[in-house]
């Protein structure tokens, strides 16, 4: 297990002076290389410490120059190039940071900003939402001038950024699946009516800060600075307008993090802070996906030391969690980009890789600083037991708490792929599947705190593993706007998008780019004339949109949908000597005044409805509306819905 990393060489206290004369003291910030965070606001709940790099910066003494901020403590660190600042802060204003190495003096700026009103209290996303996934590089490209960057930071049509970003050598082919695309964030801004129009109120983008791997950067996963968005995708100004454009359309904002690893590319691998900022790799050993050891009372300490210290791939080093800098700088990374860009939501990738008890500690920090703030955390785990140890407050036999509001539902994911591709089925299979899934809700803490989906950017394309089935796409949509929880959908799901053929089959082949996000695409999925005359891969593009956006905005008023609970039915069938599932699944969703009646018919036949089986509920006939043809309709015996199809009705109770 990971050591707890013990405080290193505190410097004496240090409080500036506000009578001093800093006046005559040079801006050098050739001799301050970075100040993080960026910036900071008054009134947080969040303490202030500042990681300063530079030369020899250990050496300096520290003060402030004006009388809203004040050094508290400094820290030293193992490289004689850093150090951190324990900050006291009381007033907003436009700071500078003085540093004194016997007779020499320079100075950095450092902004603190006035807290916006409101923002302590800012809401999350919840079940009332759907989430929207996207993958920014393969989504939409505004322009191509920033497909690359060379050395300090410049455009390839010369304009520069407002800060130094080193050349980016992974350029933009979207013949190459691995290689960027080219999609942007201003992309993105110019979609946001299709987003919206589709019924998603919400929009996860995978990372957008800087990647600078030189090979596959388009992922976004391997963070080369936290503090930057990629320039290949925008700038953190741009980035703040997108947050804001999506707010104007109705769409929150969730923003994708890494804690538990950054690319071999960051600035840090040339000169870590400490020793132990991240896990080292001689000998490189590669993490064990044991998410088990948690909780696993036979786990070995050796598994468990590999699952928290080791590598996820080698381009991407193991973050030392439990050093108490390292875990603070990625709380104030988080909350600083909340602040910043007004975010509505996080996203945590890889999150069991992560050292439980700080990440814990993590997740803490961010609440306690936006109390209604919603994280979700990736936790690829379909052992439904196992997956429900990660969420907050569940009561775990050893006690831990992970703090961690939210958990994706792995196992639904599963079943629902599985289940639909299953034609001819014995008694635990098909729908079965999901059904047992559903029976075992008990297990979870808190089910208004689960993301479901059917597939995200890690996953392959539905509509491969639907077999190219429309009806069994309309399936799966369904089920996702009508599950428990809160639902996210996988950009091109929507239509049914396929992995690419022309290409050996890998990641990037499945995430492909959206037709007509790019100038010079021969079609545009993004408008309904680009849909109806798209070719024979997208002939079914424009039906199964509508059938989705009719759902998602449909969905936005149901409460039983929302906010309601479950009752499910299964019925079986006698086939010879054998009782097995009809392959069919019903479910009602309902509060105390709306209900919902779900009846999905995942198999070759027709089925009537037998009302009688589902009386307990409600008594019969029940008039209605179809959900799916927006026509009064009445439940009752008889009402026959077709092989492959489903029945949505809402009434009341």
Same mark, same amino acid.
């Given at each position: 297990m990971k050591r707890f990393f013990l405080l290193a060489g505190v410097a004496a206290l240090m409080v500036s002076c506000s009578q001093a004369d800093y006046s005559a003291v040079p801006l050098a910030t050739d001799q301050v290389q970075r100040v993080e965070p960026l910036s900071w606001w008054t009134g947080m709940t969040t303490d202030l410490q500042l990681m300063v790099q530079?030369?020899?910066?250990s050496e300096c003494d520290v003060a402030v120059e004006g009388k809203g901020m004040a050094v508290k403590a400094v820290h030293k660190a193992d490289s004689p190039n850093f150090i951190f600042v324990d900050m006291t802060v009381k007033a907003p204003g436009e700071y500078n940071l003085v540093f004194t190495r016997g007779d020499e003096s320079f100075k950095y700026p450092y902004i603190i900003r006035e807290r916006e009103k409101g923002s302590r209290e800012r809401e999350s996303f919840s079940t009332a939402d759907m989430i929207y996934?996207?993958?920014? @590089?393969?989504?939409?490209?505004?322009t191509d001038l920033n497909d690359s960057c060379w050395p300090g930071g410049d455009y390839i049509d010369g304009s520069a950024r407002p800060w130094a970003v080193p050349e980016t050598p992974d350029e933009v082919n979207r013949a190459d699946a691995v290689a960027r695309h080219g999609g942007d964030i201003q992309g993105i801004m110019d979609h946001l009516d299709y987003i919206a129009e589709l019924g998603a109120t919400a929009i996860w983008s995978?990372?957008?800060?800087l990647d600078n791997q030189d090979h596959e950067s388009y992922h976004g996963y391997a963070c080369a600075d936290y503090y930057h968005i990629d320039p290949r995708f925008g700038d953190n100004e741009l980035y703040k307008s997108f947050v804001d454009a999506a707010h104007q359309h109705g769409i929150k904002v969730i923003m994708d993090i890494v804690t538990n690893h950054c690319?071999?590319?960051h600035w840090w691998m040339q000169d870590a802070p400490f020793k132990d900022w991240y896990h080292s790799a001689e000998p490189y050993t590669q993490m064990n996906a044991l998410f088990s050891v948690y909780m696993d009372p036979n786990a070995s300490i050796r598994d468990r030391e590999r699952q928290e210290s080791g590598w996820f791939v080698p381009s991407m080093p193991d973050m030392n969690l439990d050093n108490p800098y390292v875990l603070k700088y990625f709380q104030q990374w988080a909350v600083w980009w909340v602040e910043y860009a007004g975010? @509505?939501?996080l996203r945590v990738d890889t999150y069991p890789y992560n050292e439980?008890?700080?990440?814990?500690?993590?997740?803490?920090a961010v609440t306690d600083e936006y109390p209604n703030m919603n994280i979700v955390g990736e936790c690829w785990d379909r052992n439904i037991p196992q997956l429900a140890y990660w969420q907050k407050d569940n009561p775990n036999v050893d006690?831990?708490?992970?703090?961690?509001?939210s958990i994706m539902d792995f196992p639904l994911e599963s079943a629902i792929k599985t289940a639909l591709c299953e034609d001819y089925v014995n008694w635990d299979e098909g729908m079965t599947r999901i059904y047992t899934v559903i029976a075992q809700d008990f297990a979870y803490h808190d089910l208004s705190h689960m993301m479901t989906f059917f597939a995200n950017h890690d996953h392959a394309r539905t509509g491969d593993v639907l077999r190219e089935d429309p009806e069994r796409m309309k399936l799966a949509i369904t089920l996702l706007a009508t599950l428990r929880g809160i639902p996210q959908l996988y950009y091109g799901d929507e239509m049914m998008f396929l992995e690419r053929k022309d290409v050996p089959s890998h990641d990037g082949a499945k995430r492909i780019d959206f037709p007509g996000g790019w100038d010079g695409d021969s079609f545009s999925?993004? @408008?309904? @004339?680009?849909?109806e005359l798209a070719p024979r891969e997208y002939q079914f593009a424009e039906e199964l949109h509508d059938y989705t956006a009719n759902l998602f905005n449909w969905r936005k008023g149901s409460k039983a949908v929302q906010d309601g609970k479950t009752l499910h039915f299964l019925s079986r069938a006698n086939i010879g000597d054998r009782n097995i599932t009809d392959n069919t699944y019903a479910y009602f969703r309902y509060t105390d005044t709306d209900a919902v009646f779900v009846y999905i018919n995942n198999s070759f036949e027709p089925h009537a409805l037998d009302w009688d089986h589902y009386r307990e509920f409600v008594e019969g006939p029940v008039n209605g509306r179809d959900v799916l043809t927006g026509e009064s309709i009445t439940l009752r015996n008889g009402i026959t819905i077709a092989p492959k199809s489903a029945l949505v009705v809402e009434f009341k109770r």
């Open positions: 530079g030369p020899g910066i996934l996207i993958m920014p @590089d393969r989504f939409a490209s505004a995978t990372p957008l800060l690319g071999t590319a975010l @509505d939501g439980p008890v700080p990440m814990s500690q993590w997740c803490k006690g831990f708490n992970s703090n961690l509001p999925l993004f @408008d309904k @004339d680009g849909r």
